[in-house]
């Protein structure tokens, strides 16, 4: 038998349902590829998704305003002017050929829920704010919109490249922005907190047929950057033996990390992306550089996991006659989400009788950023397929419609 509920048929939510998901389609045609949806951080493809936001804001009577890290910002008031306010948020970026889901729902669903207020004037104000960068695509920097926000984007991060040899801070003023602002993103003053709304962007709630999940905490990741260094040489005249071959070695130490993950079934870990050179046919390859992605719930876990596999690629490069360096780009512990907040959350549900599964999630969210410096919470909608990161991520619009009910249950349940 299902778990899901039946959803009332009620044309108001229905109707908003429909716009928000006439909204993501709408993002997802700003790209920086033809074809695709690929929108990186601060690129053409960004500013033309601010100006399509900052429309939908502003024929909402809301308040806009970019920062300057590129966090788009709409503030609907409050009763009075001195309430507190509760931030809406995600991201807008994209992994390359990504789908049109994947952050940009929740942006849009904040905006769903100041229209559905109807004019309505709550005891706490609303922000919703559109991160531009959380997926650490263009600088190998996940997050940059999110700790701004937090005040812990480290002046040092803004002189990271990306391919094209541009800086974060450079990148910032082609958008007409002043990196020497940045300390001005953090938020300030009285937050009643964050709350997030996300695809799952896995199989766990369609495997158990519900359409939403309430996120009780996010797993720890470590992702870093390593690089295998050997000896280029022609391909037809150096024998296997006396060969100091970077990408063979990269080869064996992949393995190795799948078969490390493998040994327990909470772990994850991936070798996401592969750089060789020269990248020649009939050339051994003297240097690789490839990613590694770690995630599981218990810190330690994931700690002594990573310690083994450094020591393990040291090894194998010692044996091969290869040169290994390693370099850290995210350690991020795991992170619950706020007890009072996500009980809240859960009674909204009940009040708009919508069963929830409560959930750890195993990807990495702004809400994992935002959760050591305010109350957070988060939902997750189902995502058909299990698919995401990928042009045939979705979701449907009962599940939309159903995440809409129970955010404005919590919008209630806050005011109590």
């Not at 929740?106 to 309505?120: D, N, P, R, Y």
């Not at 695509?137 to 991060?157: C, H, I, K």
Request: hydrophobic share 45%.
């Amino acid at each position: 038998m299902s778990k899901e509920s039946k959803i009332v048929s009620n044309p108001e939510f229905n109707a908003a349902a429909a716009g928000v998901m006439e909204g993501c389609r709408v993002m997802a045609g700003f790209s920086d590829e033809p074809g695709q949806t690929t929108r990186l951080y601060l690129t053409p493809a960004v500013a033309q998704a601010h100006s399509y936001l900052r429309q939908r804001m502003e024929q909402l009577g809301m308040r806009v305003w970019v920062d300057a890290v590129g966090n788009l910002h709409g503030l609907y008031a409050a009763e009075t002017t001195d309430a507190p306010r509760l931030l809406i948020a995600s991201h807008i970026d994209t992994v390359p050929n990504s789908g049109g889901y994947d952050g940009v729902l929740g942006v849009m669903m904040g905006i769903a829920m100041v229209e559905l207020l109807g004019g309505k004037k709550l005891p706490f104000a609303i922000e919703v704010i559109a991160f531009p960068e959380e997926e650490g695509v263009r600088f190998s920097l996940p997050f940059l919109g999110s700790r701004a926000l937090v005040g812990t984007l480290q002046p040092e991060l803004l002189q990271r490249r990306d391919a094209k040899g541009v800086t974060v801070a450079d990148a910032i003023r082609n958008f007409g922005l002043n990196p020497d602002e940045i300390p001005a993103a953090k938020f300030s003053g009285d937050v009643l907190g964050y709350f997030e709304i996300h695809i799952e962007q896995g199989p766990v709630l369609e495997s158990l047929d519900m359409r939403l999940g309430v996120v009780e905490a996010i797993v720890g990741q470590t992702r870093l950057e390593v690089k295998f260094r050997g000896k280029a040489n022609h391909a037809g005249t150096t024998p296997m033996n006396l060969r100091q071959d970077a990408l063979t070695g990269a080869a064996e130490w992949i393995t190795t990390v799948e078969q490390s993950a493998r040994r327990d079934a909470s772990m994850v870990a991936t070798v996401g992306r592969i750089e060789t050179y020269p990248n020649v046919g009939n050339v051994v390859p003297s240097d690789v550089t490839c990613s590694l992605d770690i995630r599981h719930a218990e810190d330690a876990v994931r700690q002594q996991t990573v310690f083994a596999l450094m020591r393990s690629a040291e090894i194998l490069a010692a044996r091969r006659g290869l040169q290994f360096a390693a370099r850290t780009l995210l350690d991020q512990p795991a992170v619950p989400m706020h007890p009072t907040l996500t009980a809240k959350l859960a009674d909204a549900a009940a009040a708009a009788n919508v069963p929830l599964h409560r959930m750890t999630s195993g990807a990495g969210h702004d809400a994992m950023i935002v959760a050591p410096h305010m109350p957070t919470a988060m939902l997750f909608l189902r995502s058909p397929g299990g698919v995401s990161h990928h042009p045939e991520e979705t979701v449907l619009a009962e599940d939309v419609t159903a995440a809409l009910q129970v955010a404005m249950q919590f919008l209630q349940q806050l005011q109590s």
